[in-house]
């Protein structure tokens, strides 16, 4: 059995195929149909909210396998130095040049502050202040995602975050500590508030605070199903981020592009197993040759059996009539990470309307936007692309508006205001008007 399939809009069937992919990886099943799920994180949460860091340390033990005492729940800034200290000296720099592309890319787009504006004695403006408080959730069950700590906690100091609190995943085979790449990291970045702590039991932790967790005003960061369905149910008492899915890549490709490396870019984003891949093209030709390079470089994969399932699971090669299909099929599928291997990328580039980032040419595989380039790898999937952006240091800023109105301004209103209140059936409303328009009142 070939280990990626080709369809094409052509066939009485694709559409069934499209359809049946989309569904797949859309959030609604999680979102909506998983009532176990969702049923056992709400339990989580309570338990959090009742027992506060008892709760926290006893998912950990069940969950991670990780016994801890409330107290060891923080890292220790000795730990967290000691990490750093014993970072790879070339990885270290790599990193180093990484946080400076973030944040330079982040004060570059950080929103600023305008000037008020009058009219006829009214003063109104806007105010923009960091969020105080922050948690980043960092996943380190399996490998340890020290990018992640990059690309959230970097743009929430470029907009000036006082606090942040990072968690992540405690491991036995780390001495029931988090990954030391992770620790060392977060050092280099200042930020000392780290706890062994991941899932839901973590989100909660944040969201509610305990008896060594302070809560925080918002939280950000991918991970688990647990995790993210928690953020889900703590909306409301802070703020988040997005919902973030499995991993996907959408390429749009034409003759000119090399079809090895649209193979290995397919096999990038599979090999996270569960993580998606979609090929769109209107070429036959590039569609046929990137699955035999497809095939031979996946034997090359350490991972090769689960990316081989991922492949046949959640992957597609779709061989469109002309590229304007295929870019209304991309816009459709509002994909995480969309790359764009034609001879016209900039231009057909402007003809995206969803997309969580877009690599645009040849030379961009979605590893720049991962590691390096300096926007967020935090990305809507699910097709949430239609409605939620790349998390970016705005994300981190509160707006606040300003109204300041003199004697005269207020005259000049009172009567607007009093019968758009009367029509509510607000008398208050207007009386609080009318007492200032006429001091007679009392």
Request: overall charge negative.
């Amino acid at each position: 059995m070939a280990s990626l399939a080709i369809v094409r809009t052509g066939d009485s069937d694709f559409q069934g195929k499209w359809e049946q992919l989309k569904g797949k990886l859309t959030l609604e099943t999680a979102l909506l149909e998983d009532r176990g799920r969702l049923e056992k994180v709400r339990e989580v949460i309570e338990q959090v909210r009742l027992e506060g860091d008892k709760a926290v340390a006893d998912f950990t033990a069940d969950y991670d396998k990780v016994i801890l005492r409330p107290q060891e729940l923080r890292i220790e800034a000795a730990a967290l130095q000691k990490a750093h200290e014993g970072l790879d000296k070339g990885l270290r720099a790599a990193l180093r040049r990484s946080m400076e592309n973030v944040r330079d890319y982040q004060r570059t787009i950080k929103v600023k502050q305008p000037a008020d504006w009058h009219r006829e004695g009214a003063r109104l403006g806007v105010r923009y202040r960091p969020i105080k408080r922050v948690g980043v959730c960092v996943p380190g069950a399996s490998a340890p995602l020290v990018s992640t700590v990059l690309m959230t906690v970097a743009p929430a100091q470029a907009a000036g975050v006082e606090e942040i609190a990072v968690i992540s995943a405690p491991r036995p085979d780390c001495d029931n500590s988090i990954h030391p790449t992770i620790l060392g990291l977060c050092w280099e970045l200042k930020v000392t508030e780290v706890y062994r702590v991941s899932g839901a039991q973590g989100v909660a932790a944040l969201a509610l605070g305990t008896e060594h967790i302070k809560k925080v005003d918002k939280i950000v960061g991918p991970g688990s199903w647990w995790g993210q369905l928690a953020k889900k149910e703590v909306y409301g008492l802070v703020d988040i981020d997005s919902f973030a899915g499995p991993s996907e890549v959408l390429i749009l490709a034409d003759d000119s592009a090399n079809a090895a490396w649209v193979a290995a870019d397919m096999l990038s984003q599979a090999e996270h197993a569960p993580g998606s891949a979609v090929l769109l093209t209107d070429s036959e030709k590039l569609a046929m040759t990137m699955v035999e390079k497809l095939e031979s470089q996946l034997t090359q994969l350490s991972r090769a059996e689960q990316t081989r399932q991922c492949l046949q699971d959640y992957c597609m090669a779709v061989v469109t009539r002309d590229m304007k299909e295929a870019v209304d099929l991309a816009n459709e599928f509002a994909a995480e990470h969309l790359q764009i291997q034609c001879r016209d990328s900039e231009q057909i580039a402007e003809k995206i309307i969803n997309a969580g980032a877009i690599f645009i040419g040849s030379f961009t595989p979605v590893a720049t936007g991962d590691y390096y380039a300096g926007p967020s790898h935090a990305l809507p999937t699910g097709g949430s692309g239609r409605f939620f952006s790349a998390l970016n240091v705005n994300d981190f800023i509160k707006q606040t508006s300003i109204i300041s109105y003199d004697e005269q301004a207020l005259q000049n209103a009172a009567n607007d205001i009093k019968r758009i209140a009367h029509a509510e059936g607000l008398d208050a409303h207007a009386r609080s008007v009318t007492i200032r328009a006429q001091r007679n009142l009392t």
